[in-house]
C-alpha cells in the first residue's frame, strides 16, 4: 500500500506524487503498447481489472513473456500470472495454508523454481512484531488453481519495520529484504533455510536508500533496488552489495515495481494503478537500443527522466524536461519542510 512519512515531509511526499499523477500524462503519451511482432518482455500495460495496486513483478523461469504479480494489500490470497505479449491475465494463484495477508509488497522467484511472496509491508513503521512470507512451487501449467503455500515468520534483528521489496538470490536461494525508510533503509540477510513453525531472523548487512522494490539478475551477480524517482543496480557478491551505478529509471505514477527479464537483457519497471504500465529498460550490454548516459534505456513509450536526446520535434525532450522540473521543484518543497521539521 503507498505509504509516506508522516508530518512535513509526509505532507510534501503527498504533494509530489499528486503533482507527478497530473504532470506523468502529460509527458509520458499514451503509455507501454504491445509490441507489432509480438514478442515478449516489452513495454506492456496490465489489463486486468482486479490488478489496481501491483507491487511487485518477477519474470517466471518456466513460461517466457509472464510476469506474476499481486495487489498490495484488501485483495486476498492471490498472485496473477501476466502475459507481456498481450497484458493479459493467464492465471489466477489462490493461496491456501496462510493467513490472511496484511501488505503484500513484493515476489521473487527462487533457483528451486518456487515462488516467494513477501507480506512484509508495514505502514505504520515497525507496530507489527512479524512479517510473512509465503512459498510455493511456480506452476507447470498456466490455468486458475488453487496451491497449498508454506507460511514463514518474519523478523528482523534491529526491531520491526516496514519494508517493501523482497529478493531472493538465484544461486543460494537466500531471501533478502531492503527496508523502506526515508533516511535510508537497510538490506537484511534472512538466514541460509527458511523454517516454517519458529521466527526467521532477518539480519542487516547493508545500508541502502528509499527502496520500493529490488531484483536479482539472473546470475545473482547484480542486484537492482528501485525508489519512486530513481533506481540503483550494485554489483553484489559474497552476500554483499558493491560497487553501485544509476539505472535510468521511467517516469511512473506511482514507481512500486521492477524484475529483470528471465534473460537478464534488460530490466521491467511496473508501477501501481488500473491499466498500469510495465516498462522495459536494457541493461548495459543486454543487447538492446541501449546508449543512455545512465546504464540502460527505455526501450519503449515508456520515459525515462534521463532521456533528454530525441530527435527534435519528437515530443520526448521537451516532455522529459517538464517531468524533471516538476520532480525538481517538488522534491526541494519536500527537503524543505523536512528541514523545518528538524528545526521545529
Do not use: C
Amino acid at each position: 500500500m503507498r505509504s509516506y512519512p508522516t508530518g512535513p515531509a509526509g505532507r510534501a511526499a503527498a504533494t509530489l506524487a499528486a503533482a507527478l499523477a497530473v504532470a506523468v500524462p502529460l509527458f509520458a503519451g499514451a503509455g507501454p503498447a504491445v509490441a507489432d511482432d509480438g514478442r515478449p518482455d516489452r513495454d506492456f500495460t496490465i489489463e486486468d481489472p482486479r490488478i489496481t495496486e501491483s507491487s511487485g513483478l518477477a519474470a517466471s523461469r518456466a513460461h517466457p513473456g509472464v510476469y506474476w504479480t499481486h495487489n498490495d494489500s484488501d485483495d486476498g490470497p492471490y498472485v496473477y500470472a501476466v502475459d507481456s505479449r498481450t497484458g493479459k491475465t493467464l492465471a489466477t494463484i489462490t493461496m491456501r495454508g496462510v493467513g490472511e495477508p496484511r501488505d503484500v509488497e513484493g515476489i521473487s522467484i527462487g533457483p528451486d523454481g518456487d515462488l516467494y511472496v513477501g507480506d512484509i509491508g508495514d505502514n505504520l513503521d515497525g507496530t507489527w512484531d512479524h512479517v510473512w512470507i509465503y512459498r510455493f512451487p511456480e506452476p507447470k501449467t498456466l490455468r486458475d488453481a488453487t496451491v497449498t503455500a508454506v507460511q514463514y515468520d518474519v523478523t528482523y534483528a534491529d526491531g520491526a519495520r516496514n519494508a517493501e521489496a523482497l529478493m531472493v538470490h538465484p544461486k543460494t536461494g537466500r531471501v533478502y529484504i531492503a527496508s523502506k525508510n526515508e533516511d535510508g533503509g537497510g538490506l537484511y540477510e534472512g538466514p541460509a533455510k527458511l523454517t516454517a513453525g519458529s521466527a526467521n531472523v532477518f539480519r542487516r548487512v547493508g545500508e541502502v536508500p528509499w527502496v520500493t522494490d529490488g531484483a536479482f539478475s539472473p546470475d545473482g551477480t547484480r542486484l537492482v533496488l528501485r525508489s519512486y524517482f530513481s533506481a540503483r543496480e550494485y554489483a553484489f557478491e559474497d552476500g554483499r552489495l558493491g560497487e553501485d551505478r544509476s539505472v535510468a529509471a521511467p517516469f511512473q505514477r506511482q514507481a512500486e515495481s521492477v524484475t529483470y527479464t528471465a534473460d537478464g537483457s534488460a530490466l521491467m519497471f511496473g508501477s501501481e494503478g488500473a491499466r498500469s504500465d510495465v516498462v522495459r529498460v536494457e541493461t548495459e550490454g543486454g543487447g538492446g537500443s541501449g546508449g543512455g548516459r545512465e546504464q540502460g534505456k527505455p526501450s519503449g513509450s515508456g520515459s525515462a527522466g534521463d532521456e533528454a536526446g530525441g530527435e527534435e520535434g519528437d515530443g520526448q525532450s521537451g516532455g522529459a524536461g517538464l517531468g524533471a522540473a516538476i520532480v525538481v521543484g517538488v522534491a526541494v518543497l519536500w527537503f524543505a519542510l523536512r528541514r523545518k521539521r528538524g528545526q521545529g
